[in-house]
């Protein structure tokens, strides 16, 4: 069973008898080494599966434990929080924070412009059977890599620059597209909130 630390462990908070209860924390503290190490507690005792009605055991690749509050089978490890929360931990995000991300996506798809830019001067500068030939005499990768490769350059030339982006966060971040796509969108629409007004 995955294991997570333990967010209310503290030893002289949790005990009020304890000769630190409500003293800061230093050195001279007889629990300090084991505060330090922290309390690591199983993922069904951190989410409060234990009394749950919807939790279970299922047979996947051996017993593991599972969440049916869904309606789907959802394997407990894999769950950040339960999914019966009502107030999910949301952290507050500034605007100052939205507008950094909006900027962030705005230089990004000017570099995918610049490159753009780049792939359109080689791709012109050579005719495709002859930018083929040398690639082919320079790589001595087999022509079918080649053409797949420059079939897939004119591809990425000819798309739009938010789907080029998307593509290219979800392959080098090694994340669903679906969930790029989301993300994407709803910074897009924050950033439009919040910087509206600077434009």
Do not use: W
């Not at 994407?184 to 910087?195: A, F, K, P, T, V």
């Amino acid at each position: 069973m995955k294991q997570v630390p333990n967010p209310f462990f503290e030893v002289c908070q949790n005990n009020k008898d304890h000769p630190y209860h409500n003293k800061q924390c230093d050195e001279s503290c007889p629990d300090r080494d084991l505060c330090m190490r922290g309390e690591l507690i199983d993922i069904k005792e951190f989410l409060g599966c234990n009394d749950c009605k919807y939790s279970g055991i299922a047979n996947i690749n051996g017993d593991r434990h599972v969440c049916l509050a869904t309606g789907d089978i959802v394997l407990i490890e894999e769950l950040q929080q339960c999914p019966l929360d009502t107030n999910p931990l949301q952290k507050t995000i500034t605007p100052e924070e939205v507008r950094k991300y909006g900027l962030l996506l705005e230089e990004a798809i000017e570099i995918l412009k610049r490159l753009n830019d780049t792939i359109s001067r080689i791709r012109y500068s050579f005719d495709r059977n002859d930018l083929e030939a040398l690639l082919y005499g320079k790589t001595k990768l087999p022509k079918k890599t080649i053409r797949a490769v420059l079939d897939a350059i004119e591809k990425a030339r000819n798309a739009d620059e938010k789907h080029a982006l998307r593509k290219f966060i979800a392959t080098m971040g090694d994340v669903r597209y679906k969930d790029v796509v989301v993300v994407l969108d709803e910074i897009e629409r924050l950033s439009e909130r919040y910087m509206g007004d600077e434009r």
